[in-house]
Nanobody, 117 residues
């Protein structure tokens, strides 16, 4: 089992920045991917950004150039730096973890990001 705890959400004005953090604990093996998904009201959960333990990244087109994912493998942390926030970035952001050799997905409880005009 893997436990994930997010922090860093909040209210920010459009054009502003926020940094999300996620701490992982439990049975974590070397080859894995950590990342962020989000779900806006009335919409499906969507990928924001992911990063493997080796540093390979994947970003949604809507956040490329504005958001940056990073991780600290030793500390079992993943971060999401969000710049130039837009109203449409408002959503609950979920931390995600999976081992590359397993189909099991682990999720945090989510942190709310609200972008105001």
């Amino acid at each position: 089992q893997v436990q994930l705890v997010e922090s860093g959400g909040g209210l920010v004005q459009a054009g502003g920045s926020l940094r999300l953090s996620c701490a992982a604990s439990g049975s974590i093996f070397r080859f894995n991917t950590m990342g962020w998904y989000r779900q806006a009201p009335g919409k499906q959960r969507e990928l924001v950004a992911t990063m493997t333990n080796g540093g390979s990244t994947n970003y949604a087109d809507s956040v490329k150039g504005r958001f940056t994912i990073s991780r600290d493998n030793a500390e079992k942390m993943v971060y999401l730096q969000m710049n130039s926030l837009k109203l449409e970035d408002t959503a609950v952001y979920y931390c995600h973890f999976s081992h590359l050799t397993s189909a099991t997905n682990y999720w945090g409880k989510g942190t709310l990001v609200t972008v105001s005009s």
